[in-house]
């Protein structure tokens, strides 16, 4: 995976990120563990994601082992070396996604690993110690059967305690629900029953009729009728991306009969609607004015180009959910900065610290780019190539989950299209688990002209991937032999594999493009028979 700076202009000199050396796998997951609040979340999708696109099972136990591991760091302004465990050379904020995500996964994990990061968590001699993370790691040598409090006692502070107790109090005067369930009074109950006798009976046979005698206390009984009302209503229902991740893949939005649509796939009587039920956090409202004026300035020029993000643009991240996200960029209007403008931005964007969550960058790459690449009629220009290719090198998956199967599906598509998204999988600043990214997802989607030209510019790469996932490519490609026998787009597709590919081809795999090549009448043919050759015993 690109270090959080990579592909950026004047990015040369800029510290790898810690986790920079890990596999691929551990990079993605340690990335997305950065996404602000919702890390552990997009953690969690990361994990789904790397499971339903043909990866071995995640690792925990060599994660573990590296998040131990001592590597000298330069550290004070004399610039001495000290030996430091990676958990402790991550940013505070990955840190406390992953202990969240430690706590999610636990039974999964080996416990000797997982007592060796906790140790080393409980070992960090940072000046402004982070109550969340001993919180957190607390609760997971709990878990573990070695908490080193006693029984029954907090892991918060009696500060954060108090802290929590009087926002309990707060919340309880706005609504039944919220309130603190506080132990009722025996002699208020027993003379509220008395005077109830019918409530009584009633109670008693609810007792009875119980699992094992275990009456539900009434307070609890009425929050859970709450919940379940909630639940039965739809405006409650869930419309986030990743769970997170997870996919890290997200919920992809299916298209419904009767909405109307934009040509980006955004829907058009949702976004009529957008601002009336949704509100932007009341800074970000506060700084509109601000950040409109800043996007004005974009279009003047590329002086300064290398500055860092005004600091109207951390704002981005108190948008959450995502529809905020959706409703800021609208309200922004950034489908219509000019190219020049947009790479501005976007280097702007990529420069940010934090880094944006998945689902921000998600949105916003269907807000900048989405449209603009649906509606090109000649080749892209190198500002947007630029762009595109630059943003893309940090946030690879939001632009794999917005780009590549919307414009490889839209009826649409053509030259243009296609030109750009093969530069864009062409592009050296492409890490090879990105690459396998996009793999996945182009496998995921129906073929058509278009995406053999796709595929055959990232595949002339020389992507690495997993048996499990070079045997859908070639199913894929072999059921495809009979529809394309005039394609010159699939015929170089199939050279490519046969060439690049040579040693990962079975005999079996042999056999099935011998049938698919047979009845092809390009003027590859020869060639095409010439590689296949190679290939035989």
């Known amino acids: 995976m690109a270090t959080p700076d990579a592909g950026l202009p004047g990015a040369e000199g800029v510290e790898p990120a810690p986790w920079a050396q890990l596999e691929a ?36 136990g060599r994660l573990l082992e590296a998040l131990c591991r001592e ?18 050379r991550l940013p505070r904020i990955c840190q406390r996604n992953l202990m969240s995500l430690l706590m999610a996964v636990r039974p999964s994990l080996p416990e000797s690993g997982l007592l060796s990061v906790l140790q080393i968590a409980q070992q960090d001699l940072a000046p402004d110690p982070d109550a969340w993370l001993r919180a957190l790691g607390e609760l997971l040598r709990r878990d573990l059967g070695v908490g080193t409090s006693m029984e029954g006692a907090s892991p918060l502070s009696e500060k954060c305690q108090r802290q929590l107790q009087s926002l309990c109090r707060g919340l309880g005067l706005g609504g039944r629900r919220l309130k603190s369930p506080q132990a009722p009074d025996p002699e208020e ?17 609810e007792e009875a009729a119980s699992p094992e005698g275990n009456r539900v206390p009434k307070r609890l009984r009425c929050w859970e009728e709450e ?39 955004s829907n058009l009587d949702d976004a009529k609607g957008l601002a009336e039920s949704l509100e932007l956090p009341k800074a970000i409202q506060d700084q509109l004015p601000r950040l409109q004026q800043l996007l004005k300035t974009l279009e003047e020029g590329l002086e300064g180009l290398e500055d860092a993000p005004p600091v109207e643009l951390q704002l981005l991240h108190e948008c959450s959910p995502s529809q905020q996200m959706d409703l800021l960029c609208a309200q922004l209007q950034l489908p219509q900065l000019s190219d020049l403008g947009l790479l501005r931005l976007c ?26 690449i649906l509606s090109l009629t000649s080749s892209a220009s190198r500002l947007l190539t630029t762009a595109l290719t630059s943003f893309c090198a940090k946030y690879t998956y939001p632009v794999c989950s917005a780009l590549l199967d919307p414009v490889l599906q839209a009826p649409g598509t053509g030259p ?28 995921e989607l129906p073929w058509k002209e278009e995406t053999f030209l796709v595929l055959q510019s990232l595949l002339e790469r020389q992507v690495e991937m997993t048996p499990e996932k070079f045997s859908v490519l070639m199913e894929k490609l072999c059921k495809k032999g009979l529809a394309a026998t005039t394609s010159m787009a699939y015929a170089k597709l199939m050279l490519t594999v046969m060439t690049k590919y040579q040693a990962n081809i079975t005999e079996t795999q042999r056999l099935g493009l011998a049938m698919a090549l047979e009845p092809n009448t390009t003027f590859l043919r020869k060639s095409l028979k010439a590689a296949l050759k190679h290939l035989g015993p």
Do not use: Y
């Open 25 to 60: 796998p551990a990079r993605l997951l340690l990335q997305a563990l950065q996404a602000g609040p919702e890390g552990a979340r997009r953690g969690l999708g990361v994990l789904r994601a790397l499971g339903s696109r043909g990866w071995e099972p995640f690792d925990w």
């Open 347 to 372: 280097t702007w964007l990529l420069a940010l610290s934090p880094d944006l969550s998945l689902s921000n960058a998600t949105v916003l790459t269907r807000s900048l780019f989405l449209g603009r």
């Open 416 to 443: 243009a299209q296609t030109e750009l998204l093969c530069c864009l999988v062409k592009t050296e600043s492409l890490e090879p688990d990105a690459q396998v990214l996009m793999l996945g997802q182009i496998l």
């Open 227 to 265: 919940e379940d009302h909630e639940k039965e209503r739809p405006e409650h229902k869930s419309l986030e991306f990743l769970a997170d991740g997870g996919s890290a893949s997200p919920i992809k939005d299916q298209p419904v009969m009767g909405v109307k649509t934009g040509e980006d796939g």
């Open 189 to 205: 109950e027993e003379n509220r029953d008395s005077q109830q006798p019918g409530k009584r009976r009633k109670d008693s046979e």
């Open 71 to 88: 590597e000298p760091v330069v550290q004070g302004p004399d610039g001495r070396l000290e030996l430091k465990p990676l958990l402790l």
